[in-house]
C-alpha cells in the first residue's frame, strides 16, 4: 500500500510513519518544522496540494496535519479556519481526482462536555473555534465522494521531538522546578499515541471506514493525570498545583467532560486499548532510549 502522510513532523504523524514504514511504502510532508527525507508541503495552497498527490500518487492519505493549539485557535479564527478547514478542503479535493482514501484526525472537543465520554452517534456540539472547525472539517469529508476514515481521539501523549505535548511539557517545566497548575475539572480519555497508530493501523488494514473514537480506556482528570505521570517520570508531585478551569483563565471554553467512547473500535480490532499507566511507562522507556542514542 503507498501511503502519504501529511504532517509528519507532528506527534501523531510521527508515530503514524513508524506503525506503518515496515510494511507499507509511506511518504511524508512537514510545514514548519523540517524532517530529513520529507517534503515541505503548504496544504493551505490548493495548486500545490493537487500537484503534490497527483505526484506521488498515493492510496491513501493521511491528514493528521492541522493546528491544534486551541487558545491560538481562539485569538486568530481565520487562521484556525484556513488551515484546520481550508486545507482539509484542499486534500479532498487532490485525493478525489487520484481516488485515494482520506484518513482524518478530530477531536473529542467537537462535544460540549455536559454528559461525556461520548460514542460516534452523538451529535456534536463544539464550544470553541478550534472544535468548530474540525467539526466543519469532518462535514467537508462525508459530503466528499471519497473513501474516508474519521478517526476522534483525546489528549494524546507519546515521545515527540518537538515537545508539544501535555506530558512532555509537564516532564520539562517539573525539571526545571517550576510549579505548574493543572485544572481539576477537566475530565477526558488520555490516549497513547504509538498505541493510537497501531489501532489505526488495523483499522486501515482492514479497510474500514466511517467514524471510529479511538482513545484511551480511562476518564480521567487533567490533575490525576499529572500527577501519574510526574511518578512515572520520578518528578516532583508537590510542584503539581490543583486549579479549576475558572482561575486558570483559559480564553477558548473547555468541554469540562469530555472524552470517548470506544466500544465500536474495541469490536472492530484486536489490538488492546492501553490505560494511561501503561501508556507512560512505556513512554518513559522511549524517551530514556531515544536520550540514549543521542549521546553515542
Not at 484556525?80 to 484526525?105: H, M, P, Q, W
Request: glycine share 8%; net charge positive.
Amino acid at each position: 500500500m503507498k501511503i502519504l502522510i501529511i504532517g509528519v513532523s507532528g506527534q501523531i504523524g510521527f508515530h503514524l510513519y513508524q506503525a506503518f514504514a515496515g510494511s507499507h511504502q509511506v511518504s511524508g510532508t512537514y510545514f514548519s518544522y523540517p524532517v530529513p527525507d520529507m517534503y515541505r508541503l503548504d496544504m493551505t495552497k490548493p495548486g500545490a496540494v493537487k500537484d503534490f498527490a497527483a505526484a506521488l500518487n498515493p492510496d491513501i492519505i493521511f491528514l493528521p496535519a492541522a493546528m491544534p493549539d486551541v487558545e491560538a485557535c481562539e485569538k486568530n479564527p481565520a487562521l484556525c479556519y484556513g488551515i484546520n478547514v481550508d486545507g482539509t478542503r484542499n486534500v479532498l479535493t487532490a485525493a478525489s481526482e487520484i481516488s485515494a482514501k482520506v484518513v482524518f484526525f478530530s477531536t473529542d472537543y467537537l462535544f460540549d462536555g455536559a454528559a461525556g465520554p461520548y460514542a460516534e452517534t452523538e451529535r456534536p456540539k463544539p464550544l470553541n473555534i478550534y472544535g468548530k472547525a474540525k467539526n466543519e472539517a469532518e462535514q467537508l469529508i462525508r459530503q466528499s465522494a471519497c473513501p474516508h476514515l474519521i478517526v476522534r481521539t483525546s489528549v494524546v501523549y507519546g515521545y515527540e521531538k518537538q515537545g508539544k505535548n501535555f506530558v512532555v511539557r509537564l516532564s520539562a517545566r517539573l525539571r526545571r522546578g517550576e510549579k505548574v497548575k493543572a485544572p481539576i475539572d477537566q475530565l477526558s480519555t488520555p490516549t497513547y499515541a504509538p498505541n493510537l497508530c497501531a489501532i489505526i493501523k488495523e483499522l486501515v488494514e482492514r479497510d474500514k471506514e466511517g467514524t471510529y473514537h479511538i482513545a484511551g480506556p480511562e476518564l480521567m482528570n487533567r490533575y490525576d493525570f499529572a500527577l501519574l505521570a510526574a511518578e512515572i517520570f520520578g518528578l516532583e508531585r508537590g510542584l503539581i498545583v490543583p486549579a479549576t478551569t475558572e482561575e486558570l483563565g483559559q480564553q477558548a471554553p473547555r468541554p469540562l467532560r469530555g472524552g470517548l467512547k470506544v466500544g465500536k473500535v474495541c469490536s472492530a480490532t484486536t489490538t488492546r486499548l492501553m490505560n494511561v499507566r501503561e501508556g507512560l511507562i512505556d513512554m518513559k522507556k522511549t524517551m530514556e532510549s531515544n536520550a540514549t542514542a543521542n549521546l553515542v
